[in-house]
């Protein structure tokens, strides 16, 4: 038996898919991607995520990609932002269902430490007929992918850095030809007491942080078995506590505490025939949280039944449901929410050359059909030679968001009459690969978008209450670039990232539109790598641009740079275990930087990693 | 004490500094000595206070005057801005006081620490009062609330705390009694040279702050249904007349006009939520409970001199705030964008 992952290295642009090879048969079942043509998919694999082992996705969407996250602090609160939109615009699985609390619309990817994957992939635009609720701005999909006929092995890597920064991780796994099985561990605990200046404070001293110290810890199960010639079951567990002190903004001096516990499990059988597959997923959610001893709980269970099939030649389709049964247990309410959807997708490949994608979602909540949603898109690859080729991908797509239970519910304030968000979203990119001495990939996407019915909460007296009243535009581009060569026993590689967003804001003043608030218009991410055998260093930097802190004409924020730095050798060895070892230093110049206003961020941060493999 | 008797003080300030120029030289104004100041309280969270001044003859805005004339953020929730003793007061409920002076804004001095929730502040007896909330406890109440002194006037450690009421606001100095308006129904007086708490005086409804009208002084209290304004005996220290008036879901932003004449910000609520400015007078039973009617009104003011009405606008504190100037008599004069979520206003 073998599993393949098939993923285009680097910008991650091409389909990606599931492949079994089952006796002599090789079947497929085709993951999301298949179906996305037209749309801009980022993907990290395991080998790029080993270098923020220690670190966030929150630092992965940050530094790699053109997703503006907002952090409220060092292991604070982050969220992401896809293309100007908020963070509740972002759907984000794991292993195929859907993180996001129920109750907030949204997740913390703070809380989502990078040991707990093995890969993260990133779609960008609306895609609500792909992935369904919340996927306005684009998605993120985490995975575990099992691997097999490897035997025992087992890992542990351990970082110490700077402010008190102590991160622990483990793990074991075994695979023979059809079973794997894998346990991994961390704990993450940072003391978070960095310097800084405290613009509150008249002659701004330097002081250390304070409340801002952040411990979590998980655990990861996974498991894969392959029954007989044609099924295959995966089940996955992942548990992640944290115990967070909440960094307040300067010039006040809070000291509230939080305490995340999050349960999430996926169970997974697939059935393989000649030309199809059919595919069961059951899915369960459970989210705690506890703000200075109020406690709040959700849990989602998911019903996800999938049928792919490709009985005609260069046709595939997928038809599916699902089914979301939602409970919030709030400290101010208790509610339940029941949603049902169908999709059916179909890529037809007349060509080598150019596929076309359309994909059918229907949902249905409380008790109605509503909204229906498609999405088209292609891919033509309109000049093709031996080492080189140009792609034009494009794609139009409507995206929605159901109004969270907070939204509806909350008390008092929530407002039932709420509208669902709106999305109608379109891009039009280029890509061009070349390969040779230096080896080539660049993309250019021009996207536009138009947000409808977008959900603010508005005080109504002395009561915050959510109001359908934001109406945006979007628009801009996006370019990444790599190119990696030889140079004698150097290989090197340069990768370049630039995005230009426009997200007016048309209800504040609509002749006179502003850019929405903490949404840089320019961001740009560089990277540097040189590799000598096994010795790897690496220089980056992140540039992220003036932003206001509010809507209108509001105070801007200046625009900030961070460069990082790393060393690692991943060839030590003694006998047959592994040791390799990384070092690195964050923010290398030592930039006194904010990305939301007055939360402090730490300077130089020294991290020094090391591994044992056995 | 807001800011309605605190540019009368300031003129009296400005007319003894007069009279005392024995040389006949002139002093060249201070940019801000002139003018209007806007309280901009901030974002909840955010710490985004700050102060715009606005200079009615030129028509001219200035914003982020704090940051602009100091190179640093306010960094806090600006609750009140304070005229006395020759110094400008700027209270901060995340807890600090800065001092600036108030011609050109540069910092003098500030109290940044051992406070909670300040409010509002009060100079007597060369010292600072503060009224402060104190901290919440576990339900998210107040039952430790203080005035905080602090021994001199350009801010320092705070010295001592006295107790008082539930939720203090505004403060009104006698000679050398210091009264406080605690939202909880009471009118507090504390003896500024003994810092020892003297007298409690029962208000009925929500006093918060004190007005000086017909040579006496006042506090205005609001309920449910009504508003009062309860005179209070500066030498007894005793609560006398009380002139109400049904006025329904009164709010604590007031400010006092022409002949009596006292404007009060109303507000539905949620679900609702419909604001407006109620007129009442002092002088008859005459009430106009919408003379002004919209939504996100957060703050109100009258200019004496122009005799104008300032109407602040939170615009519901997604961004900049909004104020609106009114002719006596209703008519619009002119809108401009502020700060975030204007509250306040001090006209010198």
Same mark, same amino acid.
């Given at each position: 038996m073998m599993l393949v992952l098939w993923m285009f290295a680097g910008l991650g642009w091409m389909p990606l898919q599931d492949t079994v090879s089952l006796s002599e048969i090789e079947v497929s079942a085709p993951s999301w991607e298949h179906f996305a043509s037209g749309q801009k998919v980022i993907s990290f694999e395991k080998r790029e995520l080993n270098d923020y082992s220690a670190r966030s996705l929150a630092d992965l969407l940050q530094e790699k990609s053109p997703v503006f996250v907002r952090q409220y602090g060092s292991g604070m609160l982050a969220s992401p932002s896809f293309?100007?939109?908020?963070?509740?615009?972002?759907?984000?699985?794991?292993?195929?269902?859907?993180?996001?609390?129920?109750?907030?619309?949204?997740?913390?990817?703070?809380?989502?430490?990078?040991?707990?994957?093995?890969?993260?992939?990133?779609?960008?635009?609306?895609?609500?007929?792909?992935?369904?609720?919340?996927?306005?701005?684009?998605?993120?999909?985490?995975?575990?992918?099992?691997?097999?006929?490897?035997?025992?092995?087992?890992?542990?890597?351990?970082?110490?850095?700077?402010?008190?920064l102590f991160h622990s991780g483990t793990s074991v796994h075994f695979s023979s030809q059809k079973l794997s099985i894998q346990s991994r561990f961390?704990?993450?605990?940072?003391?978070?007491?960095?310097?800084?200046?405290?613009?509150?404070?008249?002659?701004?001293?330097?002081?250390?942080?304070?409340?801002?110290?952040?411990?979590?810890?998980?655990?990861?199960?996974?498991?894969?078995?392959?029954?007989?010639?044609?099924?295959?079951?995966?089940?996955?567990?992942?548990?992640?506590?944290?115990?967070?002190q909440i960094q307040p903004v300067m010039g006040s001096r809070t000291r509230d505490q939080q305490e995340d516990q999050s349960f999430r499990a996926v169970w997974d059988y697939t059935h393989f025939w000649n030309n199809s597959s059919a595919n069961l997923k059951l899915g369960w959610v459970q989210d705690e949280l506890n703000f200075n001893g109020i406690d709040n709980q959700t849990s989602q269970f998911f019903l996800i039944p999938e049928w792919n099939f490709d009985f005609w030649d260069n046709w595939e389709f997928k038809v599916g449901g699902r089914a979301t049964f939602a409970k919030g247990e709030l400290s101010t309410y208790s509610a339940k929410d029941n949603r049902l959807e169908t999709y059916q997708s179909a890529l037809w490949r007349p060509k080598?050359?150019?596929?076309?994608?359309?994909?059918?979602?229907?949902?249905?909540?409380?008790?109605?059909?509503?909204?229906?949603?498609?999405?088209?898109?292609?891919?033509?690859i309109f000049w093709k030679k031996e080492k080189e080729q140009w792609m034009l991908k494009s794609s139009m797509a409507k995206g929605f968001k159901v109004p969270t239970l907070n939204d509806r519910f909350w008390e008092p304030g929530g407002n039932p009459d709420l509208l669902p968000e709106e999305s109608l979203s379109g891009e039009l990119g280029l890509h061009w690969t070349k390969r040779g001495f230096f080896n080539l990939e660049q993309s250019l996407t021009y996207f536009r978008m138009k947000v409808d019915n977008w959900i603010i909460w508005m005080p109504m007296g002395a009561v915050w209450s959510p109001q359908n009243i934001r109406k945006v535009t979007n628009q801009g581009l996006e370019y990444e670039g790599k190119l990696d060569w030889s140079s004698g026993p150097l290989d090197?590689?340069?990768?370049?990232?630039?995005?230009?967003?426009?997200?007016?804001?048309?209800?504040?003043?609509?002749?006179?539109?502003?850019?929405?608030?903490?949404?840089?218009r320019h961001q740009t991410n560089t990277a540097l790598k040189a590799e000598l055998g096994s010795i790897a260093w690496d220089f980056s930097g992140t540039w992220v641009g003036q932003r206001s802190i509010g809507t209108g004409?509001?105070?801007?924020?200046?625009?900030?740079?961070?460069?990082?730095?790393?060393?690692?050798?991943?060839?030590?060895?003694?006998?047959?275990?592994?040791?390799?070892?990384?070092?690195?230093?964050?923010?290398?110049?030592?930039?006194?930087?904010?990305?939301?206003?007055?939360?402090?961020?730490?300077?130089?941060?020294y991290q020094f990693n090391l591994s044992i493999h056995l | 004490m807001k800011y309605i008797f605190k540019n009368q003080l300031w003129a009296l300030v400005l007319v003894l500094f007069a009279f005392s120029c024995q040389d006949g030289s002139e002093k060249p104004l201070g940019k801000y000595e002139t003018g209007v100041l806007i309280l901009n309280e901030g974002n909840f969270g955010t710490n985004d206070g700050e102060v715009y001044h606005y200079n009615p003859s030129l028509r001219a805005l200035t914003g982020e005057v704090f940051e602009f004339e100091n190179s640093r953020p306010f960094a806090g929730l600006l609750e009140d801005l304070v005229l006395e003793e020759g110094r400008l007061y700027l209270v901060a409920n995340t807890g600090k006081i800065e001092i600036v002076n108030p011609d050109n804004f540069k910092s003098i001095g500030a109290v940044t620490g051992n406070l909670d929730q300040p409010r509002s502040l009060a100079t007597a007896s060369g010292k600072l009062f503060v009224s402060d909330y104190g901290p919440y406890d576990a339900n998210y109440q107040t039952p430790d609330s203080y005035v905080a002194v602090i021994s001199g006037l350009d801010g320092g450690a705070v010295k001592t705390k006295i107790e008082v009421s539930d939720k203090p606001e505004d403060l009104f100095v006698s000679g050398k009694n210091v009264f406080v308006a605690c939202a909880s129904g009471k009118v507090e007086v504390i003896d500024a040279d003994s810092e020892t708490l003297i007298k409690t005086i029962s208000i009925p409804g929500k006093p918060t702050q004190f007005l000086e009208y017909g040579g006496k002084l006042w506090v205005y209290s609001y309920q449910s249904t009504q508003v009062s304004f309860h005179? @209070?005996? %500066? !030498?007894?220290?005793?609560?006398?007349? &009380?002139?109400?008036?049904?006025?329904?879901?009164?709010?604590?932003? @007031?400010? %006092? !006009?022409?002949?009596?004449?006292?404007? &009060?910000?109303?507000?539905?609520?949620?679900?609702?939520?419909?604001?407006?400015?109620?007129?009442?007078?002092?002088?008859?039973?005459?009430?106009?409970?919408?003379?002004?009617?919209?939504?996100?009104?957060?703050?109100?003011g009258y200019d004496r001199e122009r005799q104008e009405v300032y109407l602040a606008n939170a615009k519901g504190f997604q961004g900049n705030g909004e104020v609106v100037i009114y002719q006596k008599d209703g008519t619009q004069l002119l809108s401009m964008e502020v700060g975030r979520g204007p509250s306040g206003f001090l006209f010198r």
């Open positions: 293309r100007g939109t908020s963070a509740g615009h972002t759907a984000i699985f794991w292993n195929g269902i859907p993180l996001n609390s129920p109750s907030l619309g949204q997740s913390d990817l703070s809380l989502m430490p990078i040991q707990a994957i093995d890969q993260v992939q990133l779609q960008f635009g609306s895609s609500g007929a792909l992935m369904g609720n919340e996927a306005i701005g684009g998605s993120v999909h985490l995975k575990t992918n099992p691997s097999f006929e490897k035997g025992l092995k087992a890992n542990f890597s351990q970082t110490a850095g700077s402010y008190g961390y704990r993450q605990f940072s003391a978070n007491k960095f310097r800084y200046r405290d613009l509150s404070l008249p002659g701004t001293p330097e002081k250390f942080q304070e409340n801002a110290q952040v411990e979590q810890m998980g655990w990861v199960q996974n498991l894969s078995w392959v029954i007989g010639e044609k099924d295959l079951i995966k089940a996955s567990f992942w548990w992640n506590q944290a115990d967070r080598e050359v150019l596929s076309l994608s359309l994909n059918l979602r229907q949902l249905a909540f409380e008790d109605l059909w509503k909204p229906f949603l498609p999405s088209l898109g292609v891919d033509w090197w590689q340069v990768q370049l990232g630039y995005s230009l967003t426009q997200a007016l804001d048309l209800t504040t003043d609509s002749n006179r539109p502003q850019q929405l608030p903490y949404t840089p004409d509001s105070r801007k924020m200046d625009p900030f740079h961070i460069w990082n730095t790393g060393i690692s050798c991943s060839a030590l060895k003694w006998g047959k275990v592994q040791f390799p070892i990384r070092f690195q230093i964050l923010n290398l110049f030592n930039a006194d930087y904010q990305v939301l206003y007055l939360r402090a961020m730490p300077g130089r941060t | 005179a @209070i005996d %500066l !030498g007894s220290l005793q609560a006398g007349e &009380v002139k109400s008036r049904a006025l329904p879901k009164a709010t604590s932003r @007031i400010a %006092l !006009g022409d002949g009596g004449q006292v404007y &009060v910000v109303t507000s539905s609520g949620w679900p609702n939520y419909e604001d407006a400015v109620a007129m009442i007078s002092l002088e008859n039973e005459q009430i106009n409970a919408a003379w002004k009617k919209g939504t996100g009104f957060y703050g109100i």
